[in-house]
């Protein structure tokens, strides 16, 4: 059996993952995480063959989860399966050792095959995104500029950035300005417009 850990913050696709997945003889879903902070600690304690996971979620992205278990050797496997089907975030994905890569609209019977086939140690990646990689823009922005960024979504101002990162106001500006340069931007809005539609956060 191919054991699966779940990870979508969205209960309506989670349940309709797990039905469909399991009347698939050959895997079983062993844990469910409604976020990223979860779904390490899920990994962590279950050992599945493969995470399948979201990329935006609360608390941890499913790029951020990918780049943890890479960096600490998890032998667990992931599998992305977004509406995101930019270049930006299919490229960070791959940089993470994502192993696998699908929309949330493919075939169950797509997803089914690309679980095996992710198992027995190989990639798969949706045939109208692989090429996509080659278009890609490299990421200017490091973690740091892209945290802050995606704070600045939420509508927060400087200083509560600062709090929320344990840094001082002068240094939250210090990075947006930074960020602000690097993508061409007019603002920190604008920046995060682009950094978003390219995929970037």
């Known amino acids: 059996m191919i054991r699966i ?28 995480a409604r976020d990223g902070a979860e779904a390490l600690a899920l990994v ?8 399948i996971t979201d990329i935006e979620m609360p608390n941890m992205t499913g790029i951020d989860v990918a780049e943890k278990l890479r960096t600490a050797n998890r032998p667990t496997r992931v599998m992305v399966v977004t509406t995101f089907g930019r270049a930006g975030y299919l490229k960070r994905a791959l940089d993470a050792g994502v192993r696998g890569y699908f ?15 992710v198992a027995a140690g190989g990639r ?12 890609a823009l490299p990421d200017p922005l490091n973690d740091r500029e ?5 704070l600045a979504e939420t509508g927060k101002t400087n200083k509560e950035i600062a709090e929320a990162l344990a840094l001082s106001p002068g240094t939250v500006r ?16 604008e920046a995060g417009r682009i950094a978003r539609s390219n995929g970037w956060l």
């Not at 962590?44 to 995470?51: A, C, H, K, Q, R």
């Not at 798969?124 to 278009?135: K, Q, Y």
């Open 174 to 189: 210090n990075y947006f300005s930074e960020a602000v340069q690097k993508l061409g931007a007019r603002n920190r809005v």
């Open 44 to 51: 962590e304690t279950l050992s599945p063959d493969i995470l």
């Open 103 to 117: 929309l949330k609209d493919a075939p169950v019977s797509q997803l089914a095959d690309a679980v095996r086939k």
């Open 146 to 150: 892209r945290a802050m960024l995606r």
């Open 5 to 32: 850990v779940l990870a979508e913050d969205q209960t309506m696709l989670r349940d309709a993952l797990h039905a469909l997945l399991t009347l698939e003889g050959d895997i079983e879903i062993v844990g469910h």
């Open 124 to 135: 798969a990646i949706a045939p109208e995104l692989a090429e996509a990689t080659w278009d």
